[in-house]
């Protein structure tokens, strides 16, 4: 730095030449490059990264047909009462298990138009200790720092967004009119399933994925790091 202050000086009194300057600034510029990355960058650039990941996600994801549209973020009817679906479409009642089905992602649309402040909230408020650890990792290290450090958070959060929405589309009454429908079924085991809950988990992993395709997509593809900061953090991964 010195030495440019210098040759700047110098050079308005003719005494540095332009090819000095150039070579002094190509010089500094090579410092700069070449300064290790502080966790406080590494961490910040991580931060960003998930928040641009959640942004993109929830944009994606509020979209009509954002979960019913898509093969990997669309909720089914329950796994676990598969029978229950297989009785009511055995009786002529499968009309109620897809409207219900589509009144369920709905949902789930609708709350991930609402997910973006709960989630960056989240990613702003975490500390990253084994910021270099994750910048190394996997692909979707980041993603899974978040979901590990903030998961249970989340899905207390967004559980009343969740619920909302299910009440709004209707979700929540057709499925209470499949259950009681299945219960009047004679000899059948009755069932009182967590709507609420299987929805909310089932919505937060859609987001978590899209999370973490953009951040493979931020690692893999420098177009995607759209900041100096990720640049140079994600940057840093790069093969000469």
Do not use: H, W
Request: proline residues 4%; hydrophobic residues 40%; charged residues 30%.
């Amino acid at each position: 730095m010195k030495r440019l202050i210098l040759c700047l000086a110098m050079l308005a009194m003719t005494g540095c030449s332009e090819k000095d300057l150039r070579e002094t600034i190509e010089v500094l510029n090579a410092s700069i490059e070449e300064v290790p990355l502080s966790q406080a960058e590494v961490s910040a650039g991580l931060k960003d990264a998930l928040s641009k990941g959640i942004s993109r996600g929830a944009a994606v994801a509020s979209a009509r047909d954002g979960y019913l549209g898509n093969p990997e973020l669309v909720i089914p009817f329950p796994a676990e009462l598969k029978q229950v679906e297989k009785a009511l479409r055995k009786i002529g009642l499968g009309k109620d298990v897809d409207r219900f089905v589509r009144q369920l992602n709905r949902s789930a649309e609708m709350a991930a138009a609402k997910a973006k402040p709960i989630f960056i909230k989240a990613i702003t408020s975490m500390t990253i200790r084994d910021a270099f650890e994750i910048l190394n990792g996997e692909v979707d290290a980041a993603t899974r720092y978040l979901v590990r450090s903030t998961g249970p958070e989340l899905r207390k959060q967004f559980r009343p967004v969740v619920s909302e929405k299910l009440q709004q589309t209707s979700a929540t009454r057709y499925y209470g009119d499949i259950v009681s429908k299945y219960n009047q079924i004679p000899l059948v085991k009755k069932i009182d399933p967590d709507l609420e809950s299987y929805a909310t988990d089932r919505a937060i992993d859609g987001l978590f994925l899209l999370i973490a395709k953009e951040e493979a997509n931020i690692r893999a593809n420098p177009r995607a790091r759209t900041t100096q900061l990720l640049r140079r953090v994600f940057g840093s991964l790069d093969e000469d």
